[in-house]
């Protein structure tokens, strides 16, 4: 805690001279290459129809998608698009970030009932008393509380007033928690967000167009200190976090996410009548640490278990356990400004209910053949 306001001058002062360098290499596709996918020769194979694989590309073709990998046992079932260009993640980092938080949380390094005060934050218009008193927590499950104005704006429509919200009370999925969050991250472990999503994550993964280095670390500064930061992530790279997820944080031997923390951020903690705005409501979903479990799906059917992470535009990865499976969707957004396409949840939701169908029929299939 002492060492809050000597490590954000720190960072801070990387920011201010290194931005303009980053913001050029952020520019730069590729990185270093990876490991390529294994892929299934064929679809029944993979125990998925052809038949209801091609309905699925076929329907895929009728969006703005611009890049689709799905993966089902650890292999590549189906993929469409540009699956190497560098994708916008959009709130997708959020969910990146809530993964590199599980080891400095399960060693201690992190304390989720630290407050803001006790960790000496604060911004350009001052956190109120209340705000103050939100906890790392109440950040990581979008109910601190706090919505100080940000490069986003002062939020979502319907935000309640400053200093109207007991932290932890009310769901909103308020810009402000989401920024500081990396601050926080940076700040506990003295070690960049970008840094350590590249060596804890990106590199024993062995992502095949991500370089950590080449990341974007911020951007205004006028209406708060903490600012917008970009991850740009092709979608064959993007698959293969959603890889992680989907074995509990283990590869290849070694645990890069402890298994209780992948548990915990993926569990519901508000349940889809709590979720604000409204329009979040009656998806299904509810919402954890900066990802989104179904909520109460039948425990025999292909959703149980399953979560997902929403960017805007389309930006989405959704994880299957039921069908050992991942699906990584972007629409790509460009190097400046918002993308001239999108897809919404309920035309992605097309794309998993087609995969499911595809799963389905073929079992469906064997079954009818063997009575």
Do not use: C
């Not at 990387?14 to 952020?26: E, N, P």
């Not at 407050?115 to 109910?143: C, F, S, Y």
């Amino acid at each position: 805690m002492r060492n809050w306001k000597t490590l954000k001058t720190a960072v801070g002062f990387f920011l201010s001279m290194g931005i303009l360098v980053y913001l050029g290499r952020a520019l730069i596709p590729g990185g270093p290459r990876g490991e390529p996918w294994e892929r299934w020769p064929n679809a029944e194979n993979a125990g998925f129809s052809a038949e209801g694989l091609k309905q699925v590309l076929d329907y895929t073709k009728t969006l703005g998608t611009t890049g689709l990998v799905v993966v089902n046992g650890g292999k590549v079932l189906l993929e469409y698009g540009d699956i190497v260009q560098l994708g916008y993640m959009a709130a997708g980092r959020y969910s990146i970030l809530a993964m590199v938080y599980g080891e400095p949380v399960t060693d201690g390094t992190i304390d989720l009932d630290l407050t803001l005060e006790e960790l000496g934050v604060d911004d350009r218009q001052g956190l109120l008393p209340i705000e103050k008193q939100a906890t790392i927590e109440h950040l990581l499950t979008d109910r601190s509380g706090v919505y100080h104005p940000t490069e986003f704006g002062n939020g979502p429509e319907g935000t309640p007033a400053r200093g109207s919200v007991e932290p932890g009370s009310h769901f909103l999925p308020h810009p402000w928690g989401g920024l500081a969050l990396r601050d926080i991250f940076e700040a506990l472990t003295g070690r960049t967000f970008f840094e350590a999503v590249g060596r804890d994550l990106a590199e024993p993964l062995g992502l095949q167009d991500f370089n950590w280095k080449r990341q974007n670390p911020g951007h205004d500064r006028s209406r708060s200190v903490f600012t917008l930061y970009n991850l740009y992530v092709s979608t064959r790279d993007v698959a293969r976090f959603g890889q992680l997820m989907l074995q509990n944080g283990e590869w290849r031997g070694e645990q890069l996410i402890p298994r209780e923390w992948v548990e915990r951020i993926t569990s519901v903690v508000t349940s889809p009548e709590d979720l604000n705005p409204e329009g979040y409501r009656g998806r299904g979903l509810g919402f954890g640490y900066q990802w989104w479990p179904w909520h109460d799906p039948d425990p025999e059917g292909p959703y149980a278990g399953a979560y997902t992470y929403l960017g805007s535009y389309g930006q989405y990865l959704t994880i299957l356990p039921k069908l050992d499976m991942v699906v990584a969707h972007q629409v790509f957004a460009g190097w400046y400004g918002p993308p001239d396409r999108s897809v919404g949840w309920d035309q992605y939701e097309g794309i998993l209910e087609r995969l499911v169908a595809a799963r389905m029929d073929l079992v469906d299939s064997d079954s009818g053949s063997g009575s």
